[in-house]
């Protein structure tokens, strides 16, 4: 079992920074992908970003690449996402979530934690 414990969203103007971070324990996580989704009322969830936890590959999707940087801390066991640049529209609730790297499936969520952008 992996636990996962999202903190850091909050409320930020547009234009603003905010950093997430996610808190992992239960197993080693050498051998996972650690990733970030956000979902907006009334919408699907969405892939925003992962990192693999051993060589620290990093993908985004287009709409946050350039403004969102994904991150990690051995020794914290914590992922983090940066934020700038921060537009209404990325207004959403960010969950933390982990698979192993041989699975496409991610198993493992945290609570979530919600972004809202004001305009």
């Known amino acids: 079992q992996v636990q996962l414990v999202e903190s850091g969203g909050g409320l930020v103007q547009a234009g603003g920074s905010l950093r997430l971070s996610c808190a992992a324990s239960?197993?080693?996580?050498?051998?996972?992908?650690m990733g970030w989704f956000r979902q907006a009322p009334g919408k699907e969830r969405e892939f925003v970003a992962a990192i693999s936890w051993s060589g620290g590959s990093t993908y985004y999707a287009d709409s946050v690449k350039g403004r969102f940087t994904v991150s990690r801390d051995y020794a914290k066991s914590t992922v983090y996402l940066q934020m700038i640049n921060l537009k209404p529209e990325d207004t959403a609730v960010y969950y933390c979530a982990a698979r192993r790297t041989s699975l496409n499936k991610y198993d493992y969520w945290g609570q979530g934690t919600q972004v809202t952008v004001s305009s």
């Open positions: 239960g197993r080693t996580l050498s051998s996972y992908v």
